[in-house]
């Protein structure tokens, strides 16, 4: 019996404890039921709160009552010849509802008057009448003709008021611009560098009217949106979509204001680099430009330096400058980023090996001016002028008007033979050899070649000609004839014309230039002078043949 009644002791505690797991179960959920409210709604008129209602009402929520009421306000607002007076209340079973002649606007309820406060329907509904009178008479106000007139009187007068904004402006721009002209050269004298010039009074007083055109513009374009705004604020019809248009515009601007605002110190820095950058890129290209038309002397500068090394620079101020920049670009954090950078810098490293050595190459062959622009030069087997150097190849024109691309890697290890730097000083020597027997005098052979060289055109007087025995063979002798030229571009033409003069002096005075070998087996024939120098009794001489007595 003992153990029955423990039994059933520990089933009604276990009932119990279920009971009451359960009833702490059920307890929020139920108090969540009996606090739950349904949201209070407002009608709305030119951002003015009206009337509120704050329960459902006839299967209509708050949200649904406002609504109707709303467009029943609307319909009443858009007939002119509405009675404001007619807005009266009237008790019902519910509360107490306004009504507008025989149309019902809202009903006030008990309960809206309870959640508004410690008064009755009926007070709440007249002040709810009173305000609804008040907004409707405004609008039929403003929709009547007279305030339509006073709209369009006021439009007419913002638009005189534009006109003579537009005339002012206008005036006051061409009176400053006409000043701004008559500084020019007087107060607009411009920017100098010694002798070169860094910004002159024309271009200074360019800038200066562009700016006052730029000031203009805006001004103009100010005016005419407040124009514009002003003029929609003048008509109920179209003040809704002046607000909206401000509003509009006002929130994506202020949403891209605060991402500026966000972002705004690293933008800084970026501009900042970005107008450092172009800056000192101007000033090396001013600077550089300078030093080539020689305005700026550098001691120890070449001037023909100044262009590659206003390129060399650049590249420099560039690449520093995207250095520095792109930390501060966003999503250079990004792996993407990383990873696409970090393919190009392969991609670039293994393809560029080749074109990095001849970059190489030509910047050493610029500071080292083995040869400049127009100049006369044989590079390896190619002899012509240079009409081009870059920082890959170096382009020469043959005197057959052939234009060869030589890469810079190959310049730099060929050899390289400069015509033209001792052409322009007139000390570029043109030299050619003849070989006269020993049956004529030195003497003689000297003379003329000398004054065959004299008389060349591109060959100058001083210093004179002068004549090199170079060697003394078995059968006859090697003379070399040395002049002095200081055109290199005519060392073709200046050879032949040499030629030409030395085959006329010496077939003048009778002297072959030949081999004794062929002097010595001559067999009768004629010699080859031409027949103008030789004599009109001339015949070839035979054998001569002579015995002599043992």
């Known amino acids: 019996m003992l153990k029955s009644t423990r039994n059933a002791r520990n089933t009604v505690s276990l009932f119990i404890l279920m009971s009451m797991l359960c009833s702490i179960t059920c307890l929020p959920s139920f108090t969540q ?39 029943i306000l609307r319909q009443l607002a858009s007939d002119p010849n509405f009675d404001v007076a007619s807005i009266k209340t009237a008790e019902s079973a519910d509360g107490t509802s306004i009504l507008a002649g025989d149309k019902l606007v809202v009903t006030v309820t008990n309960a809206d008057a309870k959640a508004a406060g410690d008064r009755s329907s009926s007070q709440l509904a007249r002040d709810y009448a009173a305000k609804i009178r008040l907004a409707l008479a405004e609008r039929i106000q403003e929709t009547s003709s007279q305030s339509i007139a006073q709209g369009l009187a006021m439009s007419a007068g913002l638009t005189v008021l534009l006109v003579l904004c537009f005339a002012v402006i206008a005036r006051s721009g061409s009176y400053l611009c006409q000043r701004v002209r008559n500084w020019e050269g007087v107060r607009l004298k411009g ?6 010039e860094l910004l002159g009074p024309k271009s200074m007083t360019e800038l200066v009217l562009s700016g006052i055109k730029l000031f203009q513009f805006i001004l103009f ?22 607000k909206a248009i401000v509003a509009n515009a006002l929130v994506p601007l202020s949403d891209i204001g605060e991402e500026v605002l966000a972002y705004s110190p690293s933008l800084l820095v970026l501009l900042f680099i970005f107008v450092a950058s172009y800056a000192l890129v101007s000033f090396s290209a001013f ?31 560039i690449a520093l400058g995207m250095m520095i920049a792109l930390p501060y670009v966003p999503g250079w954090e990004s792996p993407a980023f990383k990873q696409i950078g970090l393919i190009l810098g392969i991609l670039i490293s293994l393809g560029s090996t080749g074109a990095v050595s001849h970059v190489i190459a030509g910047t050493v062959l610029t500071y080292t001016n083995a040869f400049k622009i127009g100049e006369r030069v044989r590079i390896g087997d190619v002899t012509g002028d240079v009409v081009e150097k870059t920082l890959f ?22 050899h390289i033979t400069n015509y033209s730097h001792q052409g322009k000083r007139g000390n570029l020597i043109l030299y050619t050899s003849v ?42 002798v090697s003379y070399e004839l040395n002049a002095f030229t200081n055109d290199a571009q005519r060392i073709p033409k200046t050879y032949s014309e040499i030629h030409e003069k030395i085959r006329d002096k010496f077939d003048a005075a009778n002297v072959e230039i030949m081999s004794p070998h062929y002097t010595s087996l001559r067999d009768g024939n004629r010699i080859t002078i031409p027949l103008d120098y030789l004599p009109k009794d001339y015949s070839p001489e035979g054998f001569k043949v002579e015995v002599k007595k043992v």
């Open 191 to 196: 920017i100098r560098i010694q002798k070169a």
């Open 221 to 242: 374009v100010l005016l005419i949106l407040c124009y514009s705004f002003q003029i929609l604020l003048q008509f109920p019809t179209t003040q809704g979509t002046a």
């Open 287 to 317: 600077f550089f430009s300078a030093v080539s038309d020689r305005s700026i002397t550098l001691a120890d500068f070449d001037p023909d330096w100044g262009e590659p090394t206003y390129k060399i620079v650049r590249f420099l101020i």
């Open 435 to 476: 070989t006269i027997g020993y049956d004529v005098p030195s003497k003689q052979v000297d003379e003329l070649l000398r004054s065959a060289a004299e008389e060349c055109s591109y060959v100058l007087k001083e210093p004179a000609p002068f004549v090199l025995q170079t060697a003394l063979n078995d059968f006859h």
């Open 393 to 414: 190849v170096t382009r020469l024109s043959t005197p057959k008007n052939e234009i060869v691309s030589i890469p810079n890697n190959n310049v730099l290890s060929a």
């Open 33 to 71: 039921n009996e606090e739950k409210k349904e949201p209070p709604a407002a009608v709305i008129v030119k951002g003015k709160r009206l009337f509120a209602v704050f329960t459902s009402h006839e299967s209509l929520n708050p949200k649904q009552r406002v609504e109707n009421a709303s467009n």
